[in-house]
């Protein structure tokens, strides 16, 4: 059975059966993950030991990603379901919303950064229900067919999805719209990254975020939707970070750099906060 299949058949579960069932039943299959695919489990393993600087993690902290991953299908495959303003103000905690309320009074968008962290799907579908027009940079599946099936998720709650194939042409549009573009900003899947330091290792960063920023002069603003100990979930909004000026419209790998380490920080913060809810099940410093 191919992956459109599989997803299907999950989105199905998750929306016929209660919460409480779903939820009891993705936890085993997430266990049964962790237990028979060692190379997804020696991946997280890996990364989370230069997360925390170590050579050894508990195994329960390992199983954690796993079932953290699980959760977040979840909520994925619910969110048109479970996403109702009664649910928002009720489990859901806003740090700093006024950021992204002086960032539209300027009607120029902003670029919001954020990383494979807690559930930025979800994330996607809270900002536009609390009036924040957003629009994501979404990598496209191989399967049509699941591309459109997660886009249409996306899409719901009046998030606009840019695919990465015309994101250069489309982002700029959008930000004319004075819209929000989001971008995940911790892994490059191509080959057009640059070179960073994260974590303690090297490893390709995507430049996508700051080069939009430096082109038009919106700000970058980090934003992050995490699980919170008690079952609800919180946003952390960073203040707005301005690009610098460009005296010949010329952008360096120099300046790209400088510019990426100051929200490149903030990301690596939060993941050392957070990392269990690190979603990445390749080992990230392979590139």
């Known amino acids: 059975m191919g992956n459109y299949h599989l997803y299907r058949v999950g989105e199905f579960l998750a929306r016929t059966l209660p919460l409480g069932v779903s939820n009891f039943l993705v ?24 997360v925390h600087g170590t050579d050894h993690v508990p195994k329960a902290e390992v199983r954690a990603v796993f079932r953290n991953f699980g959760q977040y299908l979840l909520e994925f495959f619910t969110m048109t379901k479970r996403l109702q303003p009664a649910f928002i103000e009720s489990n859901v905690r806003i ?3 006024e950021y992204l309320n002086e960032v ?19 994330g996607g579908g809270v900002l536009p229900m609390l009036g924040f ?15 459109a099936l997660f886009n249409a998720q996306r899409e719901s709650f009046g998030t ?9 042409r489309r982002v700029v549009e959008h930000l004319r ?7 995940l900003a911790d892994r ?11 974590l303690g290792r090297k490893t390709m960063i995507p430049k996508g975020a700051a080069f939009f920023s430096l082109k038009t002069g919106v700000p970058i603003i980090p934003i992050f939707f995490l699980r919170t100990t008690d079952g609800r979930f919180e946003i952390d909004i960073y203040p707005p970070i301005e690009p610098p000026h460009l005296p010949d419209g010329k ?4 300046m790209a750099k400088e510019y990426i380490q100051r929200y490149l920080t903030i990301i690596e913060d939060e993941i050392r906060k957070n990392p269990s809810q690190w979603l990445l099940f390749r080992e990230f410093w392979q590139s």
């Open 27 to 50: 936890m085993r299959l997430c266990d049964l993950h962790f237990c028979f695919s060692k190379t997804d489990r020696q991946a997280v393993e890996n990364n989370l030991k230069l």
């Open 160 to 168: 606009m999805v840019i695919q990465t194939d015309v994101a250069i």
């Open 95 to 97: 740090k700093n919303i």
């Open 104 to 122: 539209l009074q300027k009607g120029k968008g902003g670029i919001v950064v954020s990383a494979h962290l807690g559930n930025w799907e979800m």
């Open 188 to 198: 490059d899947f191509g080959t057009r990254g640059i070179v960073m330091d994260f």
């Open 133 to 147: 027009p957003l629009s994501v940079v979404a990598l496209a599946h191989k399967d049509p067919r699941v591309n």
């Open 251 to 254: 952008i360096t790998d120099g």
């Open 177 to 183: 719209m004075n819209r929000f573009v989001a971008i």
